[in-house]
T-cell receptor, first 115, second 110 residues
Framework: DADVTQTPRNRITKTGKRIMLECSQT?????MYWYRQDPGLGLRLIYY???????NKGEISDGYSVSRQAQAKFSLSLESAIPNQTALYFC??????????????FGQGTRLTVV | TQLLEQSPQFLSIQEGENLTVYCNSS?????LQWYRQEPGEGPVLLVT?????EVKKLKRLTFQFGDARKDSSLHITAAQPGDTGLYLC??????????FGKGTSLLVTP
């Protein structure tokens, strides 16, 4: 079983719909992240959470919200989906290792298409 | 804002050739990671470099962290088709989430 699991793997939705992408992890990490990946733009951070009570916006949070339901679960919602939110979405976890910094472990991604 | 610039963006080479991929920034990082991503999958960590000037080797892959901890390079010796993928560098600015470069897409043909 994967350490970081994303559901669904693929989703097609209509403009204006609210949808939720879910992420769960078995690594026991406190830190969880949502990124989106677009061709030529790399990975861009949407939201991140350092523990259940800590939620922070990333560089592209507009149009998105998150919920950290438990240490192991972090969900991403699109309030009203629009076509330019069509992208590959990744959830990641990490564990700060003192001076060694952050090493991220990724899920397999959710391919979202907004039509 | 993309803190990390990767070059080249695309690279297509023949099996057996050597190549170098660069990751540059004006920011200082407490650590820098290299990831490889294959189509349909999430990025997978290859290595973390922490100390300025550090060199790490992973079989045919050699990673170097710049002395000032602002840049890094990945050198692949005798590339193989299995090396094909998207190579991403990511920097940690001490406690914040990782910042990723846009990646270098490598294609190695037999």
């Amino acid at each position: 079983d994967a350490d970081v699991t994303q559901t669904p793997r693929n989703r097609i939705t209509k403009t204006g719909k609210r949808i939720m992408l879910e992420c769960s992890q078995t690594k026991g990490h406190d830190r969880m992240y949502w990124y989106r990946q677009d061709p030529g733009l790399g990975l861009r951070l949407i939201y991140y959470s350092f523990d259940v009570k800590d939620i922070n916006k990333g560089e592209i949070s507009d149009g998105y919200s998150v919920s950290r339901q438990a240490q192991a679960k972090f969900s991403l919602s699109l309030e009203s989906a629009i076509p330019n939110q069509t992208a590959l979405y990744f959830c990641a976890t990490s564990d700060l290792r003192g001076n060694w910094g952050t090493e991220a472990f990724f899920g397999q991604g959710t391919r979202l298409t907004v039509v | 804002t993309q803190l990390l610039e990767q070059s080249p963006q695309f690279l297509s080479i023949q099996e057996g050739e050597n190549l170098t991929v660069y990751c540059n920034s004006s920011s200082v990082f407490s650590s820098l990671q290299w990831y490889r991503q294959e189509p349909g999958e999430g990025p997978v960590l290859l290595v973390t470099v922490v100390t300025g000037g550090e060199v790490k080797k992973l079989k045919r892959l050699t990673f170097q962290f710049g002395d000032a901890r602002k840049d890094s390079s990945l050198h692949i010796t005798a590339a193989q088709p299995g090396d094909t993928g998207l190579y991403l560098c990511a920097g940690d600015t001490s406690g914040y989430a990782l910042n990723f470069g846009k990646g270098t897409s490598l294609l190695v043909t037999p």
